[in-house]
């Protein structure tokens, strides 16, 4: 009898544990699903509040009213000008980066990385306002071409400690076979070592897109004319000078805001899911 009992308090113990575990989850599932549920249903609903309720009546007219040149599409394709820029120079730089640290071995390479590591975790309103004396200076304040080099120089650190570790796991052994047909680093780079690391590829650049697009600060900052502003801080109209707010049309522009995140992820989505696929690619 006594042995029984042993073995039902262990079993009791593990089963609540499993359970605040899964009270916990849910918890934590309700916290990103609710504000979710909140964008999609008052998108739909004309009398949309800071309430997550169903919609009275499905509606379109939120879209109607945000699906303009100047509250919508000028802004997003100002954004995707300025992260898809952002994105490409920041992935390019990467893996160029990224490359002789992963291949060559030097005394540089740990202060290297470290000093890349401490520019992580610089915040971006500390260095904003030299940043923004500079960019006057060289006259980059209120370009494009500006706010993109920022992106990307922001994007660039972390992007090389991505693009570093995944770089680390293709054999050095198929560069050599490649050197020895005549191709060059940079050849070996491009045609051998960059499509094995696709997922990595992938990575860092839903990481970098994702980051320059919901930033709100920089473009704020480095951009004064209206009608380059990107969607980030073209959202900041529809709260008002009195708090008063649409949400319906606030909700309505933030699923529209969203929409190219998810393309995006989607189209990767393959990638990401990839391995590097290398087995019997080396002889031991």
Known sequence: MAVLTRGVRPRSRRSARRLAADAGLLVVAAAFALPLAWVVLSSLDAHADLRVKMPDGVTLSNFDAVMTSDITFTPLLNSLILCGGGTVLTVVCAALAAYPLSRFRSRLNRPFLLTVLFATSLPITAIMVPV???????????TMQGTIFFFAASQLPFAIWLMKNFMDGVPKELEEAAWTDGASSLQSLIRIVLPLMGPGVAVVTVFSFVMMWGDFFVPFMLLLTPDQM?????????????????????????????????????????RLGGGFALSGAVKG
Request: proline share 4%.
């Open 132 to 142: 923004y004396a500079l960019f006057v200076q060289v006259n980059l304040i209120d």
């Open 230 to 270: 990107p969607a980030s801080v073209s959202i900041n109209e529809f709260f008002g000078n009195r708090g008063t707010v649409v949400y319906g049309q606030l909700a309505a522009f933030s699923v529209i805001y969203s929409t190219p995140v998810i393309l995006l992820y989607v189209l990767v989505a393959r």
